[in-house]
């Protein structure tokens, strides 16, 4: 399986142009980067990288990938060649997986000829735009459990390998489990899952239903209770495994009430250590809201595979710098001129600015050289690809502690689940090192 | 490449507990359909059947699957064995693709014993939940555009498999074209895309960049004329192609006044063939906005991937009826006790009820028979498998001009723009034929 194709048609065509007018080898400089935050959020939450560098690895155009390119008349012969021989030879640095980020962040520098560094815009945009979006989202439900466990179980309500990558991008950033076997397989991440409503209505009563669910995943499993009545539900439940059962899940009803109902009932029947799940329709200001409850852990589903309103990130993927036509050995910065929007030329760094306490202050990003001095500065750029060779790959595990820790660095307005500016600023540097405000250009 | 596994865990957990339980085998009806439309939209689009049923065809538990699954604990060796013969050997029926839908409708019909019917759940679920959604939004778009063709080209904005999946989705809802070249390959979707920025600025000069593109791609290209100054821009491509020149593509600004200016332009300097393409951030609204503006075609990206505001449709997956535990001739219909939730047990049909002039006053739903009588109603539903064989499947031009065909067949209310009501009603029939409100139960 190749990559190549999940790519857009101009990005093909732009290359054929530049190869017959000689400019495809023009050293480039693409960055992946976003204008702002999805409005009202704190921060961003970096994922996708690692699904990207697999990406990277099979983007290649196969025969029938230049077959079809031929035949619909997509390129000319010359640049069906060039296709069938592409391999990524250059440089790409960037944010680590799980990194958060603040408008402006260059998240990915993509350094190569122009024809190699383009043709990647399309892939490395879906992968970053949705995969990043999915982890923003989470990130803030996980902030808002405060160390209750959390289950991503959306694999319904997205495109079903987009169901793939937001259990991956959850668990980035500090979801425990999935509902989704294919997360498992692919990437480790711990499944779970016991039933649905229609186990309970297969069989002739509630009871026969949990008996059957019991005698096979034993009494730790976690059941149903709100088919028919709960409270009936949870006595049969208690009944069935003398007070030893795992959980109880809630799946409907208001969860502030009827959690606290059951949690009460389990007690008066001895069943103190059985836990609740709930699981309706929850969101990050839901979450937030059973702060108080006696609720044991959280699924959740469409909010968080939809992004929790903000299915995509929006990040876009520019030009910013290339090489002089007349003398390879310079760079010369580029930008589309834009009004009310951030495009600045030439090649970025990114630094986190820390105070004496280590907690975030700006996001400095610059041109040439950062700054020297007495700041705190924690770089945020690593290398990811280096003459083609893929050297950022890493386990997810990773990027999981990267993500727990660089949001234990942000101050605490990044928790607000109002509205609001990013929690740090971000501050655009010169190349002699001046402030600047990119709008106000 | 097994599908199998894009599947929620407790999927799998019931079929244990059921084979434990020697309840697997009671034959089952379960059905797919929505409780009711995105908020204040008129009509929704089918989307996905060609999908589904490809993804039916792959759905089985290959090796690595089991070994997966064996290894993890997901399942016992039991159940394991049983994964390993899988194959669906039931009947499905539902509405084909391309079929506008109302609340209630029985979009997926899935008959066959529990387990192998439970199983499909997820799979079924994300592929018409998101493709359904993006046709849903698709079809506003195509409807606004009033016959003007409309590209999609949202790719970069939603992960990589969903952009296929949403172009395909968007050209059965009416779009001509997509940027996705994966959806070329795979669906024969035209695919279209000329330059972005990054080609202009790669170059010394717009005049250079222009010269290199229609050189490669020959005068009829499009050309992007906002990089820098649009009327320098649309001047320069004009002299470069004697006026000869294919289209130009603004791509940002107050798209109403400057595609007015560009027309003017063109059209004083003789370019009156010249097409205009406009995709800046367009949706339904603003594309209505536009139809009294010189625009030759839309080009729609994040707006139409993510749904427009619904990025999934909310459809669910509910056991209607399971044999009686007693005697297996006999279907016994069930449901989860809701409240404000519409959950009708047993195995619905669907019709369409028109009026003399064959436009669409009311979706019917019931139990039973289909009523008989004086009343012109077109059923809704197809064969797509009939004992494990897909016979459903079709060229997707055939759900393109079946969705254009059932669309027209709507009343003028499922134009509006504006929120409101479903352009028609559904009737709900119990099976003696009388009416009954489901959420008055």
Redesign the interface.
Known sequence: ?T?S??????????V??????G?AN?R?V?ELFPRRLPEGRRYGVVAGVGRALE?LKDFRFDE??VE??AR?G?V?DATATWLADYRFTGDIQGYPEGEVYFPGAPLMVVEGS?AEA?IL???L???Y???SAIASAASRMTLMAQGRPCAE?G????????????ARAAWIAGFDAT????A??RWGIP??????????????SEE?AF???L???GTDTTLLVD???VTEAVKTAVELTDGKLGGVRLD?GDLLTVAREVRDLLDDLGATETRITVTNDLDEWQIAALSGSPVDSYGVG?NL???SGH??C?FV???VS?ED?NDPSIQVP?????RNKVSIGGRKFALRRLDQRGVAQAEVIGVGNPPRGDWNDRPLMVDLVRDGEIVGTEPIADARERHLRARRELPPSARRMSRGEPAVPTIYLEADGEEFDPLAE
């Open positions: 399986m990559t194709l999940l790519t857009d048609h101009y990005e093909l065509t732009m054929q142009a530049a190869l017959a007018a400019t023009r480039s693409f990406a029938s990938d079809f390119l619909t997509v000319d122009f383009v815009e399309t892939l945009l879906s992968i735009n949705h995969d179980m694999s319904r309500r997205t495109q079903e390998e987009a169901a793939v990558a937001a509902s989704n076997l294919a498992g397989q499944t779970m899952g016991t039933a649905a409503h229609s186990f309970t209505l297969l069989h002739d026969e008996g059957a669910q005698a096979s995943l088919t028919y009545d409907s469409t595979v939809t992004g299915p995509t929006g993927y520019k030009l290339r036509s580029v930008a589309k001129r834009s």
